[in-house]
């Protein structure tokens, strides 16, 4: 059941995204400046939800999440929790190779999601090279948010899960006396609840970040095109 549900909102929110290339109006798209640099088409911040901030690189695959908690950062198979005064919580104290993506601005209106003009050399337009490239970056910055949500939710769901699993005896539903709730039965429910939770987790988190990054990479994806002509 639980991957079913994860591959339909899976499906759904990639569907809501493709939609979105092909319909978004001319007023999404970019008003070049000639004399300006080319943005970073590579990099995307956006609000996911009032103080939660989501930056991904498609670059070197790295996400950071900001809260007014703390900021968890990943890259690759390295991550790192750090608090918001800036103490490590747990993961790496630092990487390799510092993500692009770390240094981002936490405020969206600081660096909006850029309109991804890319710099034209002198050979003939591929609009399907072109076309393949920007839905390439969209599906890319999906599956990073969806990864990193589903993560976060996951973590989330199953603390939450755990603690309600050991109060209601496994039940998920009436509370227990203390005198009756054995170490065993303590236990169970705390792997029953954490699995239960933790799998809803899973599916809220990657569905509550995946959906808004994945509709603003197709904007991103039709700007990109509208700016070369191509749609």
Do not use: R, W
């Amino acid at each position: 059941m639980k991957k079913t549900m994860v591959g339909a909102v899976s499906i759904g929110t990639l569907a809501i995204a493709s939609t979105v290339i092909f319909t978004a109006g001319s007023a999404n798209a970019a008003t070049l400046d000639s004399a300006a640099p080319a943005p970073d088409s590579h990099t995307m911040s956006v609000e996911i939800a009032p103080g939660v901030q989501y930056t991904g690189n498609t670059d070197d695959n790295s996400t950071v999440f900001t809260t007014g908690l703390g900021t968890l950062t990943t890259k690759g198979a390295q991550f790192q929790v750090v608090d918001a005064q800036g103490q490590l919580l747990a993961g790496d104290a630092s990487f390799d190779d510092a993500p692009p993506a770390a240094g981002a601005p936490a405020d969206a209106s600081a660096q909006p999601i850029p309109a991804t003009a890319q710099l034209v050399d002198d050979a003939a337009p591929n609009p399907q090279a072109d076309f393949n490239a920007a839905l390439g970056q969209a599906a890319t910055q999906f599956g990073l948010a969806t990864g990193v949500g589903g993560l976060v939710g996951g973590v989330a769901g199953a603390a939450v899960g755990c603690a309600l699993g050991v109060a209601t005896g496994g039940t998920l539903s009436a509370l227990v006396s203390v005198g009756s709730l054995t170490p065993l039965g303590a236990l169970g429910g705390c792997l029953l609840g954490g699995s239960t939770v933790g799998g809803i987790g899973t599916i809220v988190g990657g569905a509550a970040a995946g959906i808004p990054v994945g509709i603003l990479s197709a904007v991103q994806a039709y700007n990109t095109l509208h700016a070369a002509g191509e749609a």
